[in-house]
């Protein structure tokens, strides 16, 4: 899979594969990567990169990842192919203040709607099952909030960019 990382202002394409053994290999700027990675506790991790070992600390606040090798620290912004493409088709970052909605990023069928009116909810909570084209589709929230107004039902046909949900980010 394409990522695409703003580190401190500087942008780079990563693209991530599994291999097997459970190894990733990671390849920037042309330069591939054999990388292994273990969650050691909450917001910590420790990478084994080409070989070499080292350990990060992660703090993410308001859609920025602050990572730490205990003597850099850099702000981090990743995203995925289909948070870029959400972006371009939606035109806006979420986040603002005041009600922001989430809209569909393709034309399909919901199936499900995962959540109800006055939720809390975090970041990455599912929202919504869309099918396309006889694929699932999990639509997660972009944001921690209250979920103020559903605009769909299941079995509701929805285009791309169709408000799905009015969601009130949290109080930070």
């Known amino acids: 899979m394409k990522y695409f990382v703003e580190v401190s202002g500087r942008n780079y394409e990563v693209v991530v594969e599994e291999e097997p053994g459970g190894h990733f290999r990671a390849t920037l700027e042309d330069r591939a990567h054999r ?3 273990l969650e050691t506790a909450p917001h910590e991790a420790s990478l084994l990169i080409d070989g070499r070992s080292a350990t990060f600390w992660f703090e993410e606040e308001n859609g920025t ?16 192919e289909r948070a870029r493409l959400e972006e371009a ?3 806006r970052k979420f986040g603002a203040r005041g009600v922001s909605d989430v809209r569909s990023v ?4 919901v199936t499900r709607v995962l959540v109800e009116e006055g939720t809390s909810i975090a970041a990455g909570t ?4 869309v099918e396309a084209m006889k694929m699932e589709n999990e639509v997660r929230s972009p944001a921690a909030g209250v979920v ?12 791309t960019g169709e408000v799905l949900l009015d969601l009130t ?3 930070t």
């Open 35 to 37: 990388v292994d990675y």
């Open 65 to 80: 990842c602050g990572v730490s090798d205990g003597r850099h620290a850099f702000a981090v912004r990743v995203q995925d």
């Open 89 to 91: 088709i939606l035109g």
């Open 106 to 109: 393709m034309p399909g069928i």
């Open 126 to 129: 599912p929202l919504f099952i």
């Open 148 to 159: 103020q107004k559903i605009h769909v039902v299941a079995g509701q046909t929805v285009g």
């Open 169 to 171: 980010p949290a109080a």
